[in-house]
């Protein structure tokens, strides 16, 4: 099986973002100097990764006012959810090892394989 990660996704910060979102649950946000904090980035790379996660349709980007202070929430869209479950599952396909081949069963294909020296 092949498994593609989501370049996306894939870059650290991102992943970071993706993660920290995709733990909320479904249409909850945080403000963008809270995922700030959580993630200890700087605004202008925040910003430039959520522009393009945001590009992708992987977050929404929602700017309101609250009274007269400007306040920026991020979230994660349901395509954002489902890209991230998509990219968690191609990961674990590239980091579980392959299956053992089966065993046989056949005791006459057994014996034949065994050498001499090892009957005795």
Do not use: C, W
Not at 106 to 114: G, K, L
């Amino acid at each position: 099986m092949s498994a593609d990660l989501d370049p996306v996704i894939h870059s650290q910060a991102r992943l970071r973002i993706m993660t920290t979102l995709t733990a909320l649950p479904a249409g909850d946000r945080l403000t963008f100097p809270r995922l700030q904090q959580l993630l200890d980035a700087t605004a202008g790379n925040l910003s430039t990764h959520l522009r393009k996660l945001e590009d992708a349709g992987y977050v929404e980007v929602v700017k309101s006012f609250r009274g007269r202070v400007p306040s920026t929430e991020v979230g994660a869209t349901r395509d954002g959810r489902r890209a991230f479950e998509d990219y968690l599952a191609a990961l674990q396909a590239l980091l579980t090892p392959p299956a053992a081949p089966a065993a046989r069963t056949d005791p006459e294909a057994d014996r034949s394989a065994t050498s001499p020296q090892e009957e005795r």
